[in-house]
């Protein structure tokens, strides 16, 4: 069964080229057949994959299949190879399966869109994209995986080509995720150059051979990739592509932020997770990057009225939490709550989609309501992912994983109180703000009519996705709340077991209920705020103090102001006031000294006789002057 | 005797196309592509009947090798070989040859005859510069392609192509002279020193020269190279020339002549000069780098479609000349896929824009916009090279640049650093010609045919080639290395004749950090 592995991308990609090639041609259903089906045969290949690879393990817990030498150049020879331990099993499994479940909901949701066959191509390929990403064994062809999601990201983002605003935001999410991976590529340079291969473990054992812990080449290549784990996964300081990435189709948006590209970062920092144990200075700057994305996200997600943006910050913060818990050697936490999250991430959006269809194309939470009655479905699902989101206790998924999180970043060796009281307070404003979207959008009194239902397909995908939600949780629970360990056991093949400080171990029990209490009183407070008294919340947005934050936070932090004035403006004056290509005045310099001369010489012919003499006479002795004196 | 047909053959069929435009304009066009066809066969023949020996570990680099006196008194013959590097190359422009033609069926409604001749002439003159072991043979070639492109660009040209003819001749035909200039310097010393006198590229790798004269010699014939390639602050005439010339003319100006430049300074410039060209090393990748991003910044401020897609070749360019003067086997390997990807993908970007010019009359940027929804697949097909352009791993053009930074960083890590910047750059401007054409809003309105199948054809073409040099790269790395190799070899052999009686073969050379034979990259 393992020897199926190379199918899994495989299939979509082919799915992709189908679509790209014959797509316009068919009929919506044979697009959909063959979008949903080749991702569907794709997750169906990672169940088969997976219960073989844990049925009967490959030796060293690890499975490599070549399928061709990519280049080779003297002793540089990456292969399209690639390779299976349980950290990629596991993103095979969520990618494939939350990518069906979101490709089965645009089947529906996309129905009567133009563009049809190009959405599934560019979907299709997004997923064999990633499954390149996560699969591949060097570390070239993550890289390729790695730019075809951010390709993707950019086609989708612009998928409604003709609002020239929508490929502003495409190609910022492009450029922007490019500059990481510019980074990244040098990271790439790095490593070969010191050590000789690309292949992820070779690389992590002869970097564990040759380098010391805190060696300066180790640091470097370290940050270098962190740096294209923060383009891709929309953190300090690159996250500002994220929030206007909405411009794209709800599907696009559950695609990026739960299945493929922002996870890519936390995925590539897990997957060289050696390197960065001998560069404790970056790794504590991973942690650190961490915990002050997920606190400025969670402010400006507080400030936001367009339902997909509060859902957008929520996603930068959230994915702040993996940072968070990769920084302080959590490795197997992240992984957990990017399980989760991918989840109730991909079903808050996929919910979202379905009630700004049934608001016809209204993003604004301030101009809803009361849906709660109108759409009970998408109430009750929408309602377990944002439970799940603020981390509801006991009950959902997102409580045993950001929990688990908030454990380790304070009982860890490299943790502290500091980034444990970070992560308390990203928690606490997670759930104002999370709540604050459902009592907007769902409670109050109805302030539009819904005009559409959705249908059974969409309604199938919530159902899936919010039980996901709520059970996946169960794979990893807290010692006192039944210790489950599923899931750690089973990457501990591949991912170092988190250490934990013994003195500081057995505050578990305390600090989980803290985190509890401050999730339930964010619920209760978004209540009181945007459900109980608004008028006082609007007064406190009124005030001198609140309206200056109001605009920070709204605006993210002023971080594409900056960008704009420092970067984005200079250049483009730089390439418009050079449009004539300054160089050329040189030789336009020599042309015209030529005509200069020209009109100087021929001055000279004038049909003055006397001009010609005094010109023999001067010439003349000039000649005897030469050759009296030399 | 393989060698003179595959230049004769250009050159009769470029002449039986002139003669047969009396019949009417659809013979030279069948000549021409008949012509072709048969010279692409036939080298393909011999590329799969010889590409067994690239494997070999004992390997001549060279197949074939022709060789007759031609004026004997001065030591000038006509020598002719071919290696792997000149076989890719030599497909190369033969596969662009195909598609000039193909992409001017309809364009081209005015002396046909003429036009065909000349295309093919220029086709054969350079076939000959990728051919030539006889400097001075090598010299008449190169000198040779100016007058054919001069007529095509003159003749066929847009509104003003007089300027930019007269331009790209004087660049080219000044940068020559001081070529020429190194090349007798050469000779004389050569002479000089041996008593020998021949332009015979064999006997001339290995030349002591005194300095600093042996620094100006390669000084004028980098000059040259670098007029051609063209390397900034001497790319002038290129915007000009693109913008000017018909569809034809940019293909063959961005696929087959700005290939010579890099191909003189791999097969000529720092094999016969490696000392001084080393030395020189630093300066030329300075400038390399200095073109990847000055290219890609004012290709950013164009509104003209054909000169912003020329800027990006400047661009481009940059990353050829910063991989040669790495002077390793990776970053050799990497200039030279660039020079190929290059060649089909921004000649699939020029074929397009010559496409829109058909149907809408225009190449200003901001008369257009919203082209996909009434041309999705000439969109599609743009998609394919802007982003082979913005160096998107599975296209040829990124297994290039990275090979050339990854050879790079070996030579010098900040050049490798500011290079890789080039990635940010090309990501805004390509993204910029797919906004500026086929996305936003269709301001004016148009509605247009989308590609015929010919078109079509073209774009299928150039799209799996360079989605073939992306994905399995490894049949034109292995074709090529022999000949790195060699190059490689002469340069450390020149290098040695000059400076073996000040040290010892037991010291490392110089310039060792650069070269790196067969080991390759250990670290």
């Keep these: ?630 | 005797m393989i060698l003179p047909w595959i230049i004769i053959i250009l050159v009769i069929g470029g002449t039986l196309a002139w003669i047969a435009g009396r019949f009417g304009p659809h013979w030279p066009r069948w000549i021409s592509l008949a012509t072709l066809g048969i010279h692409f066969g036939f080298l393909l023949y011999l590329w799969i009947q010889n590409y067994s020996i690239f494997t070999l570990t004992t390997r001549s680099p060279w197949f074939a090798l022709f060789d007759i006196p031609w004026i004997s008194q001065i030591g000038i013959s006509f020598s002719l070989g071919m290696d792997g590097l000149s076989l890719l190359l030599i497909l190369l422009i033969n596969l662009l040859g195909i598609m000039a033609v193909a992409c001017s069926w309809n364009a081209i409604k005015d002396r046909v005859g003429f036009f065909h001749f000349n295309l093919m002439w220029i086709l054969a003159s350079i076939t000959g510069v990728f051919l030539a072991l006889d400097l001075f043979l090598f010299y008449f070639f190169w000198e040779l392609m100016l007058v054919p492109l001069y007529f095509l660009i003159g003749i066929w040209g847009y509104e003003n192509r007089i300027y930019a003819t007269i331009k790209f001749f004087i660049f080219t035909q000044v940068s020559g002279l001081f070529m020429l200039l190194g090349i007798l310097g050469l000779y004389f010393v050569h002479g000089a020193n041996t008593g020998v006198y021949t332009f015979s590229y064999f006997q001339l790798l290995g030349t002591k020269l005194p300095q600093p004269l042996g620094f100006l010699l390669m000084l004028g014939m980098f000059l040259a190279f670098a007029v051609k390639l063209p390397v900034v602050p001497f790319h002038t005439w290129l915007p000009d020339a693109h913008t000017e010339a018909p569809t034809a003319g940019s293909v063959d100006l961005a696929g087959l002549v700005l290939k010579v430049g890099a191909y003189g300074m791999i097969r000529f410039l720092i094999p016969l000069f490696p000392k001084d060209s080393l030395s020189f090393a630093p300066i030329a990748m300075a400038l390399g780098i200095i073109g990847i991003l000055y290219g890609a910044i004012v290709a950013f401020g164009q509104t003209d479609l054909k000169r912003l897609i020329a800027y990006t070749s400047i661009s481009h360019m940059g990353f050829v000349i910063l991989g040669i003067f790495a002077w390793n086997t990776i970053a050799l390997q990497g200039a030279i896929i660039i020079m190929i990807a290059h060649g089909i993908s921004t000649s699939g970007l020029f074929i397009m824009v010559g496409d829109l010019m058909s149907r809408l009359h225009t190449r200003d940027f901001r008369r257009m916009g919203g082209l996909w929804s009434t041309l999705p697949r000439m969109g599609g097909a743009a998609m394919v090279f802007t982003l082979a352009s913005l160096g998107l791993p599975g296209l040829g053009n990124f297994v290039g640049e990275f090979l050339v930074l990854l050879g790079v960083y070996r030579v010098s890590i900040p050049a490798a650093a500011l290079a890789t910047l080039g990635f940010i750059v090309a990501t805004i401007y390509s993204l910029w010609i797919i906004q500026g054409a086929f996305h936003g809003r269709n301001t004016e309105g148009w509605k247009l045919q989308d590609m015929s199948s010919r078109e079509a054809a073209i774009m299928t073409t150039l799209i799996a080639v360079i989605l073939w040099l992306g994905i399995y790269p490894q049949t034109v790395l292995n074709t090529s290395l022999p000949a790195v190799e060699a190059m490689q070899k002469y340069a450390i052999e020149t290098q040695q004749t000059i400076v073996s009686p000040q040290i010892s073969p037991a010291q490392p050379l110089p310039i060792e950090g650069s070269i790196t034979i067969n080991t390759g990259g250990k670290p």
């Design chain 1, 1 to 630: 069964m393992l020897g199926l592995l190379w199918l899994i991308p495989v299939i979509p990609l082919i799915g992709f080229i189908l679509l790209a090639i014959i797509g316009p041609r068919l009929s919506r259903t044979a697009v959909a057949i063959i979008g949903v089906g080749s991702v569907g045969i794709s997750a169906i290949l990672a169940i088969l994959v997976a219960i073989s690879f844990i049925s009967s393990p490959p030796a060293g817990n690890a499975f490599t299949q070549t399928l061709w030498t990519w280049i080779n150049v003297t002793n540089f020879n990456p292969g399209i190879s690639f390779y299976l331990d349980s950290l990629s099993m596991i993103m095979v499994l969520v990618v494939t399966f939350v990518g069906f479940v979101i490709h089965l909901y645009s089947a529906e949701h996309m129905l009567h869109q133009e563009g049809y066959s190009r959405f599934f191509a560019y979907m299709n390929l997004f997923v064999g994209s990633m499954l390149i990403l996560v699969l591949a064994n060097n570390l070239l062809l993550l890289y390729l995986g790695w730019e075809g999601v951010g390709l993707c990201s950019y086609l989708l983002i612009g998928f409604w080509y003709t609002n020239p605003a929508n490929g502003r935001a495409a190609r910022k999410a492009f450029i922007v995720t490019r500059v990481g991976d510019a980074a990244m590529a040098i990271g790439l340079f790095l490593l070969f150059n010191n050590l000789a291969t690309l292949n992820i473990q070779d690389v992590m054992q002869r970097a564990a051979q040759t380098w010391q812990i805190g060696s300066p080449l180790a640091v470097t290549a370290a940050a270098l990739l962190l740096g294209g784990a923060v383009g891709k996964s929309a953190q300090l300081p690159l996250q500002t592509w994220l929030p206007d990435a909405m411009a794209g189709p709800s599907p696009v948006s559950a695609l990026i932020h739960a299945a493929t590209m922002v996870t890519a970062g936390v995925y590539l920092i897990a997957r060289t997770h050696v390197l960065f144990s001998l560069a404790p200075s970056v790794q504590l700057a991973v942690a650190i990057v961490g915990a002050a994305t997920l606190l400025l996200a969670g402010f400006s997600a507080l400030t936001q009225w367009d339902i997909k943006r509060v859902l957008a910050y929520s996603t930068i913060s959230q994915i702040g939490y993996m940072f968070l818990a990769l920084g302080v050697g959590a490795w197997s936490a992240a992984i957990f709550h990017f399980m989760t999250h991918a989840f109730f991430k991909a079903l808050l959006f996929l919910a979202a989609g379905v009630v700004i269809d049934a608001m016809n194309d209204e993003h604004n939470m301030f101009k809803m309501g009361g849906l709660r009655t109108q759409l009970p479905l998408t109430f009750w699902t929408f309602l377990i992912g944002s439970s799940a989101l603020s981390a509801l206790p006991l009950i959902t998924s997102g409580f045993y994983s950001k929990d688990l999180i908030l454990f380790d970043a304070y009982a860890s060796p490299s943790g502290s109180t500091w980034l444990w009281l970070a992560g308390l307070v990203g928690a606490f404003l997670t759930s104002i703000y999370t709540f604050r979207m459902v009592f907007l959008t769902f409670f109050g009194k109805p302030k539009t009519k819904a005009v559409y239902q959705p249908g059974s397909r969409i309604n199938l995908a919530l159902i899936v996705l919010a039980a996901f939600a709520l059970l996946i949780g169960f794979l990893e629970t807290p010692s006192f709340l039944g210790n489950i360990n599923v899931l750690g056991n089973f990457l501990s093949a591949s991912l170092p077991a988190t250490s934990i400080l013994p003195q500081r171990a057995g505050s578990e029990g305390i600090l989980e209920l803290v985190s509890a209490v401050i999730s339930l009183v964010g619920i209760y407070l978004a209540y009181l705020l945007f459900l109980r008294v608004p008028k006082t919340t609007e007064a406190m947005v009124q005030s001198p103090v609140g309206a200056v934050l109001h605009r920070y936070w709204f605006s993210g932090w002023g971080f594409d102001w900056l960008y704009d004035t420092v970067l984005v403006r200079p250049f483009v004056w730089m390439a418009n006031s050079n449009k004539n290509d300054f160089i050329d005045l040189l030789y336009k310099g020599i042309i015209r000294l030529n005509e200069a001369l020209h009109r100087v010489l021929s001055n000279t012919e004038n049909g003055l006789v006397r001009w010609y003499a005094t010109g023999i006479a001067i010439g003349a002795v000039i000649i005897i002057a030469i050759v009296v004196f030399l």
